[in-house]
T-cell receptor, first 115, second 118 residues
């Protein structure tokens, strides 16, 4: 079974630009979550999508947004990039029901560098 | 608010030594989930174990074992006979599991970098 895939793996952008990151969950997983990892703040929850709806949101500004498609694939968008947005962005997917529904499986991440 | 503390920033051991990674958590929820993840240099977080708040049984999987104690809000992870391949950053995490809506989010500790020297 294929794992969580994220594209692209690496991105370099400049301040003020916007960026879109993509995540394909494990087949059968309908919940997709996004996390930001930086050296200073560690791993922080951005948001979670289920059934094309944002179900949970972390404490990030409105420049960070996302969406989920009917096939459970998800995208996140960051507008008006700032230097502090440089980070590893990780996507995770999980089953919605069952004994393993709270186990989140992560993709390899997208490393975003903002110059 | 939930919080996970991993007080050990970095641990260095020699191969075949046993090593324990500490994790202390805070939550007001009565039902919650605890996790350990491994992050090798490649960056991907690898799921190691999930523990439910209502199941305090310790668990062993090969060289890995976990000790969950609700009384001290700790969920420690021990690697027996460490190997160079165990070198990675290890994260403890707590799940904010809303049983009514199904919403979920992981609160991570700051991680412990384990270096196993040959």
């Amino acid at each position: 079974k294929a794992g969580v895939t994220q594209t692209p793996r690496y991105l370099i952008k400049t301040r003020g630009q916007q960026v879109t990151l993509s995540c394909s969950p494990i087949s059968g997983h309908r919940s997709v979550s996004w996390y930001q990892q930086t050296p200073g703040q560690g791993l922080q929850f951005l948001f979670e999508y289920f059934s094309e709806t944002q179900r949970n949101k972390g404490n990030f500004p409105g420049r960070f947004s996302g969406r989920q498609f009917s096939n459970s694939r998800s995208e996140m968008n960051v507008s008006t990039l700032e230097l502090g947005d440089s980070a590893l962005y990780l996507c995770a997917s999980s089953f919605e029901q069952g004994a393993r529904s709270h186990e989140q499986f992560f993709g390899p991440g997208t490393r975003l560098t903002v110059l | 608010a939930q919080k996970v503390t991993q007080a050990q920033t970095e641990i260095s051991v020699v191969e075949k030594e046993d090593v324990t990674l500490d994790c202390v958590y805070e939550t007001r929820d009565t039902t919650y989930y605890l996790f350990w993840y491994k992050q090798p240099p490649s960056g991907e977080l690898v799921f190691l174990i999930r523990r439910n708040s209502f199941d305090e049984q310790n668990e062993i999987s090969g060289r890995y074992s976990w000790n969950f104690q609700k009384s001290t809000s700790s969920f420690n992870f021990t690697i027996t006979a460490s190997q160079v391949v165990d070198s990675a950053v290890y994260f403890c995490a707590l799940s904010d599991a809303d049983m009514d809506t199904g919403r979920r989010a992981l609160t991570f500790g700051s991680g412990t970098r384990l270096q196993v020297q040959p």
